[in-house]
């Protein structure tokens, strides 16, 4: 059964950082693409972040291109977003996922799970 848990997440002021982790079993990373999703209360969920696990390439929303960067620790068999300069809008419940498409993270695999709370604050 695949099963990705999230977290590290928390409430930081603006301008700070946290480091997410998403954290697999029943799952061998470097067969997927990697994602992280964020879903802000009454808005849609929104794709942050893809990693292709084959070549490591990696897609970033406008929205925080320049400021979070995902990596994959092969060791731990985890995958991380480092989030910086956190704004406000980045207040959201943030989830990852793995996909059959690694370069675009569009074919999702596995189901939603809790997610992990990153709230910023002004």
């Known amino acids: 059964e695949v099963q990705l848990v999230e977290s590290g997440g928390g409430l930081v002021q603006a301008g700070g950082s946290l480091r997410l982790s998403c954290a697999a079993s029943?799952?061998?990373?470097?067969?997927?693409?990697i994602g992280w999703f964020r879903q802000a209360p009454g808005k849609e969920r929104e794709k942050v972040s893809c990693?292709?696990?084959?070549?490591?390439?990696?897609y970033y929303a406008d929205s925080v291109k320049g400021r979070f960067t995902i990596s994959r620790d092969n060791d731990k068999n985890t995958v991380s977003l480092q989030m910086n300069s956190l704004k406000r809008e980045d207040s959201a419940v943030y989830y990852c996922?793995?996909?059959?498409?690694?370069?675009?993270?569009?074919?999702?695999?596995?189901?939603w799970g809790q997610g992990t709370q990153v709230t910023v604050s002004s």
């Open positions: 996922r793995g996909s059959l498409s690694r370069t675009s993270c569009s074919i999702l695999v596995g189901s």
């Open positions: 029943g799952f061998t990373f470097a067969d997927y693409g």
């Open positions: 990693l292709n696990s084959r070549d490591g390439s990696q």
